[in-house]
């Protein structure tokens, strides 16, 4: 596709369910990020993925998070057993070695 | 690790003038990038600039320069002939040069809030 897209745009849980973010990447992009933005803070890494595989999961916030990618494209965020400092927005961006990143528009995560 | 410090929580210019919007980082590598994006409402990052570190030169794009201080790790925006549209949430962020693996990953202030009056 022309840019990254993310879905869905805004989801609201509730507290204890899962929920699965998307992320579609620019064609051709290998290297894929997920990234947390929570309310009044900075952007906080949490994985990175070259083709398929996920070298380092430190960033991860806790195991009730984990994320795949599958083809090298389409990624997927899985949040189980959502908590409230869960709500923020969750940022995908894509990249090709050498050249710039490209941001999705997010996804809004509101757990109540 | 790295570490990106943005000290303005919400600068404010009126149209037509110019800001100057303040970064600091930490870092013990000597080649790297640093970006300013900018984060409208639509949530989406847009980058606004980028400086290269072995590069003495500031970059500059159009209305955006910036002022790169490596020795102080100083990494400000300035914005000229300020918009209504320039008003949004801006990020600075430090990447390496390294390619590879986790260290291609962007390290990313906490933002700075621009409002733009009339």
């Known amino acids: 596709g022309a840019g990254v897209s993310q879905s869905p745009s805004n989801k609201v849980t509730e507290k204890g369910k899962d929920v699965e973010l998307r992320c579609d990447p620019i064609?051709?992009?290998?290297?894929l990020y997920w990234y947390r933005q929570s309310l009044g803070q900075g952007l906080e890494f949490l994985i990175y993925?070259?083709?398929?595989?996920?070298?380092?999961k430190s960033g991860l916030p806790s195991d009730r998070f984990s994320a795949e990618r599958t083809g090298g494209s389409v990624s997927t965020l899985t949040i189980q057993r959502t908590q409230q400092e869960d709500s923020a927005v969750y940022l995908c961006?894509?990249?090709?070695?050498?050249?710039?990143?490209?941001f999705g528009s997010g996804t809004r995560l509101t757990v109540v | 690790a790295q570490t990106v410090t943005q000290s303005q929580p919400e600068m404010s210019v009126q149209e037509a003038e110019t800001v100057t919007l303040s970064c600091t980082y930490d870092?013990?590598?000597?080649?790297?990038?640093l970006f300013w994006y900018k984060q409208p409402p639509s949530r989406q990052m847009i980058l606004v600039i980028r400086q290269e570190a072995y590069k003495q030169q500031n970059a500059t794009e159009n209305r955006f320069s910036v002022n790169f201080q490596k020795a102080a790790k100083s990494f400000s925006l300035k914005i000229s002939d300020s918009q209504l549209g320039d008003a949004a949430m801006y990020f600075c962020?430090?990447?390496?040069?390294?390619?590879?693996?986790?260290?291609?990953?962007?390290?990313f202030g906490t933002g700075t809030r621009l409002q733009v009056t009339l």
């Open positions: 993925f070259q083709g398929n595989s996920a070298p380092d």
């Open positions: 961006a894509s990249s090709q070695i050498n050249y710039g990143y490209t």
């Open positions: 962020a430090y990447r390496s040069r390294v390619n590879t693996g986790t260290a291609s990953k962007l390290t």
């Open positions: 870092t013990s590598e000597s080649d790297y990038y």
């Open positions: 064609s051709g992009h290998t290297a």
